[in-house]
């Protein structure tokens, strides 16, 4: 059934492909800077935050931590977006599920595109810091592409759960955000993956991390960082896991969606 509506909501993108950029443009139309304002978070974290923790560590070489951080936070912001967006999902589009627009897949896909869109506008500023570094690998870039759609691929399955879940229990939405500070502890967006020993606490809760070794699949490939053999590893048996999941949930709980909604 998820197979099947996906393949509608492809072939028929206007729901979420155009309301998703709608949703985008209208935020930000009566703003002065407009979409600039997506620029703006990137450049004060890459530059102020990132800068200041690079000052803080005699030694470091700047232009490579930067390029490490500019990369880092561009991911986890998405992933971030996407997990705390899919609590309410289904919610915030219940009057269109009520008039019978029942094929959910549109509206993952429709909160999926819009935080990718985030993600490309913040992505001249990324590609910036990414060069400058001394580690900047060019042929590296169509392996991190493909560890980019690895993490679609995850995003979404991730948001059906979510989306079902949050349905059914409206309180995951204020747990969801809490999560997603912890995890960010645990991942490696701004101390690099070697900094913690393997065999210690900080070091096993971060190779159990998914956001962990999604975030390597992008940033590593560019930036010629050692990837951990684990991860080759733990990235196809989580696709396959979530997708799998994605399916069987979608199957039984979709049909269910606008009644507890």
Not at 33 to 46: H, S
Not at 51 to 69: E, K, N, Y
Not at 186 to 201: C, I, K, L, Q, R
Not at 252 to 257: K, L, Q, S, T, Y
Request: glycine content about 6%; charged content about 10%.
């Amino acid at each position: 059934m998820l197979l099947k509506h996906l393949v509608q909501s492809l072939r028929q993108p206007d729901h979420w492909l155009y309301g998703s950029w709608l949703d985008t443009a209208v935020r930000y139309r009566r703003m002065r800077l407009g979409l600039l304002w997506l620029l703006i978070p990137t450049a004060v974290y890459i530059w102020g935050i990132g800068g200041f923790l690079a000052s803080m560590q005699p030694g470091l070489d700047a232009a490579r931590f930067l390029a490490h951080v500019a990369l880092g936070f561009s991911v986890f912001r998405m992933l971030t977006a996407v997990m705390t967006d899919s609590t309410s999902l289904f919610s915030g589009f219940q009057y269109y599920i009520y008039d019978g627009h029942l094929r959910l897949t549109d509206y993952i896909l429709r909160s999926l595109a819009r935080s990718f869109y985030y993600f490309l506008l913040s992505l001249p500023l990324v590609l910036a810091a990414a060069i400058l570094s001394p580690d900047f690998t060019p042929s590296g870039l169509p392996l991190s592409a493909l560890g980019l759609a690895v993490v679609l691929v995850n995003l979404f399955s991730f948001s059906v759960l979510l989306g079902i879940a949050g349905a059914r229990y409206p309180d995951i939405g204020e747990l969801m955000g809490s999560v997603m500070m912890a995890a960010f502890l645990v991942t490696p967006v701004v101390w690099y993956p070697d900094a913690v020993p393997a065999d210690s606490t900080p070091g096993l809760l971060m190779r159990a991390n998914p956001f962990h070794h999604l975030l390597v699949a992008v940033r590593a490939p560019v930036l010629g960082e050692t990837v951990d053999p684990a991860s080759w590893v733990y990235l196809p048996v989580l696709t396959v896991a979530g997708l799998a999941a994605a399916a069987v949930a979608y199957r039984w709980c979709a049909p269910r969606v606008a009644a507890w909604l």
